[in-house]
Structure formats: C-alpha cells, structure tokens
C-alpha cells in the first residue's frame, strides 16, 4: 500500500519536475555584456604551458574546485583555465586564489542554477583584448542562448588566442545542429593569425572530432577518457601548438566532489619551439 501511494505521488509529482527542467533562460543577448573581469596574475614559477578545462557544475562547489587546483599536481601552476557553467562570484573567487586575471561571459540567466550562468578564461598573464560569441540554435526546451567567451592572451610568452566554450545538449539541438556551433567557433579562430586553444564542455566527442579536425586543430586530449559519466564530453584542441615530449596529459579521476565532470589538462609548445627541440 505504502509503495502505490509513493508511486501516485511520483506521477502526481512527474510534470511539476519536467515544467522545472524546461523553464526558459533569460538570454543576455547584447554581445558586449554583461563582462566580469579581474586582474590578480602574478608570477608564474612553471615553464610549462599548462591548459586545463574544468566544467564546474552550475559554480555550487567553488571551495571543493579552488582546493583541487591547489593540491593536485597535474592542475598546480596552470595558465589558462576554461571554465563552464559559472557564475562571476566562482569565477573571481577562483582567479583571486590562484592568482590569474579572468574574463567572465554570462551567456543567461539559467533557472536551474538559479542565477547567472557561462564560461569564463582565467589567465596567467595578460589578457589583451576578449569578446562575447554567440552560438547559433537556442534549445528546444530551455531556450538558452550559448555563448563563447575568446580572448587574445600572453603566457609564457606567448602571444595566443583561446577560447572556453559549453555547446548545447544532445537533447536541446541536433547534431547538425551542433556543428554549426563548432563552425561558429571556427570561423572566428580563423580571424586570428596565431596560435589558438579551444577548450570546454563540447558535450559530444564524435562531431566535435568531424568539425575541428577538419578544420586543422589538433585534438589532443583525445584519448584522455571518459569525463562525464561514460562520455567523453571536455576536451582541449589547438592549433599552431603541440603536446610536450613525451607528452602530458590526462583527466584527474579525484575531483574533490567539486562537479559533476573531471577536468582535462595538457601541456603544450609552441609548433615551432617543438621542432626545434626534436630536430638534429
């Protein structure tokens, strides 16, 4: 008797959590803002040119996330981070801790986050210039407006552009759908004559693999692993850059219970900078 009341109140319960699961977002469609920013670089003690992507799950575990950036070593020392699924509070929070200079693009405000909702660059270095891009197709269901934040960057350096980007789920568009998100992306890269890193939560492997790849970047974290459950949805691509010999990369498996997804990290060198150490 017990287990039919319980299941009468699910049912009763079912459309209430389907109307909250498809609430509209608050799109922010003015391409100029709302933009965060914070300068806190400092000095940066590694040589390496570390990348790490790290989608942090609507910003509820901002603590959990700045404890793992300290303590585990593959993380330790990065110089660019993209972030996803962040507020500005998380965002600063972050770049104040690590001591990194951030751009933060909310791209809406997102009823399940119950707030301000996007990605963002945290830099070990200058940040020259940055810009808003809009992905096109809104989701079916939530009507969220993705947006990609590009900034042009010095680390190490290097003068590079890089991006943080968050492409729409598999059940809010198409995979069509999806690759003209992609080509969005790679249609503004291909305005920059430099090196360019294109990191994030691409939420699919396949199509992310057809489009960049054929547009000349180097997916090198392919073979990292599962990132999300049994997907392998974060992932780091660049072009004009290449992995360290031998290479370093990976996933940390540990997240500190800070999302839902593990972040993904590499360590790259300039393509030239590359030949130069494995030539004669």
Known sequence: ??????????????????????????????????RYEGRFAGLDPDPAL???????????????AIELFER????????????QEMNNAGVERIARALGMSYVYYPSAFHPQASGDFGCALLVKG???????????????????????????????????????????????????????????????ADRYPGPVVIAGDFNSRDVVSEVLGGAGFQWVTRDAGHTISFFAWDHVFVRGLVLKAPPRKGIVFNNNGASDHLPVWAELLPQGAAAARTGP
């Open 1 to 34: 008797m017990v287990t039919l009341r319980r299941r009468a109140l699910a049912w009763l319960a079912l459309p209430f959590f389907i109307s909250a699961a498809c609430s509209k977002a608050l799109n922010y469609a003015d391409p100029s803002g709302p």
């Open 50 to 64: 570390r990348i790490v992507t790290f989608n942090i799950k609507f910003s509820r575990e901002i603590d959990r």
């Open 72 to 83: 585990n070593h593959d993380l330790q020392n990065p110089d660019i981070i993209a972030l």
């Open 126 to 188: 200058p940040i020259e210039a940055d810009h808003k891009l809009f992905l096109p197709h809104v989701g079916r269901f939530r009507h969220l407006l993705r947006a990609a934040v590009a900034a042009d960057v010095v680390v190490d350096g290097i003068r590079l552009r890089a991006y943080s980007v968050h492409l729409e789920t598999a059940i809010q568009i198409s995979a069509s759908e999806r690759r003209d998100q992609l080509r969005a992306i790679v249609a503004d």
